[in-house]
């Protein structure tokens, strides 16, 4: 059986994007802790860390025409995500053998795209 487990930390830290040019009214980050885990045949691997998450309001995201089209406008009550950076580090219990080296969560992202 395989499986993936994702738990963020309930508990945001929701603060104004500190990155240059973002003002807080439309723009927020939100800092949290995770714990993935991921089980497969071969074996399981648990990421742990924090996510960094910047969100953009609505009425000033990017919305695509076709996720405008499905019902997802650009409105002040809806947050969409922007970027997320990843600062997780994981334990590789037998996955695939890789060299030495911290698993993330992006690195995850990209072997099971």
């Avoid at 950076?85 to 030495?100: H, K, N, V």
Wanted: overall charge positive; charged content about 25%; proline content about 6%.
């Amino acid at each position: 059986m395989s499986s993936i487990t994702l738990d963020l930390d309930r508990h945001f830290l929701v603060l104004g994007d500190p990155r240059p040019g973002k003002d807080p009214r439309w723009y927020k980050s939100i800092r949290t802790s995770v714990v993935l885990t991921v089980v497969a045949a071969g074996g399981q691997t648990h990421v742990t860390g924090f996510a960094n998450f910047f969100l953009v309001r609505g009425d000033s995201a990017m919305v695509p025409p076709q996720l405008q089209e499905r019902g997802l406008p650009r409105d002040s009550s809806r947050w969409y995500l922007e970027r997320w950076e990843d600062e997780t580090c994981g334990s590789f219990d037998g996955l695939r053998a890789l060299p030495t080296k911290y698993t993330t969560w992006g690195m995850l992202k990209a072997l099971y795209r």
